[in-house]
């Protein structure tokens, strides 16, 4: 591992909210110079003001391409170079299998998956100078359980995202590429809050959510996500020594007495 003290140029995708937004203004709070990327440039502007001086906010839709080769150039530009970048982007819509549209299974990979690859090609000769990492949030229902009920097309896609993370290591293993596989998290406070189930169905979320506690899905924890800050923090720090494949951050166990499920407080399963 690198000193503590020498922070990196890191690039964080996905900033605008949530887990995204927590961990870029963590990373600038523990000495890293960053640049969050998003498309709600407004929000981005609050929590660059946040993360203090040098942090910088630059508009980007994963979706697109030029719309992300240009971001990232920008944001290279603006930090001198990249050392890492953190890939956090992620849509799940809440429906039955059967019921899962063309459309919506063609909006979860653009996200969770397409534009992943996408950064990461336009980023790769910066990463490359610098012989940094990339790391990718994943989720839990890829591969640490089997897929929820009502969100297939998200753990597909995050299962794809997982084979996506060796792809690239396979053809650049200079690199440092990193799985994060994370459990049960709300984010933070405002608009560090996950808006991950903003849009599910009240009534088919009621219908389904039984079932994942039943199947031990669900741990009935929340995970503090200052913890996967220190997580991401570690691995940006990693010299060219040393690739860290797989890391899983997520909440301890406990019992159903100690803290109960509460239905309309799912965390952010990436």
Known sequence: MAEESSGRRVVVIGASSGLG????????????????LARRKDRLDRAVAEAGDG???VACDVTDASSCGAAIEEAAAGLGGID????????????????????????????????????????????????????????????ETPPW?????YAVSKAAL??????WRA??????FTRITVGECAGGEGE??????????????????????????????????????????????????VCLRSVTVAPRLVTPEELPVHPDQQGDQR
């Not at 053809?171 to 440092?176: C, K, R, S, V």
């Not at 219908?207 to 800050?229: E, F, H, I, K, N």
């Open 21 to 36: 937004r927590c961990i870029g203004i963590g990373l600038a709070e523990r000495g890293h110079s960053v640049a969050l």
């Open 55 to 57: 942090a910088v906010a």
């Open 84 to 143: 890492a970048l953190v890939y956090t982007p992620a849509i799940g819509h809440l429906s039955r299998i059967e019921d899962t549209s063309f459309d919506s299974w063609q909006g979860v990979f653009a996200t969770n998956v397409t534009g992943a690859s996408l950064a990461t090609a336009a980023a790769l000769p910066h990463l490359k100078a610098a012989k940094g990492v990339a790391m990718y949030l994943s989720s839990v229902s890829s591969s």
């Open 149 to 153: 009920p009502g969100l297939a097309s």
């Open 162 to 167: 997982d084979k996506l993370v060796e792809a």
């Open 171 to 176: 053809e650049h293993p200079d690199l440092g």
């Open 192 to 241: 560090g809050l996950t808006g991950f189930a903003d849009d599910w169905d009240g009534e088919l979320l009621g219908d389904l959510v039984g079932s994942w506690v039943t199947r031990g899905y669900m741990t009935g924890a929340l995970m503090d996500v200052r913890q996967l800050v220190d997580v991401v923090d570690s691995i940006s720090r990693t010299d060219a020594s």
